[in-house]
């Protein structure tokens, strides 16, 4: 599999899962407040997060374990 990266603010390269993980309680709480799931990939891409839905969900689950 190939590794992404993304390229924060800062120019600070990182593999978006480490991007995203920080992430994870406020997308999780956004998605319990009725954002869908593509709504959440589409705010990640405004911050230079490229992701695909299926991806995101993976990530999300990953989090709560």
Do not use: C
């Amino acid at each position: 599999l190939k590794s992404s990266s993304a390229a924060l603010e800062g120019n600070k390269n990182m593999p978006v899962k480490e991007a995203v993980f920080p992430l994870t309680p406020t997308l999780g709480r956004m998605k319990k407040h009725d954002f869908e799931i593509q709504e959440l990939v589409e705010r990640l891409h405004e911050k230079g997060i490229e992701m695909k839905a299926q991806t995101l969900i993976r990530y999300l689950l990953e989090a709560r374990r």
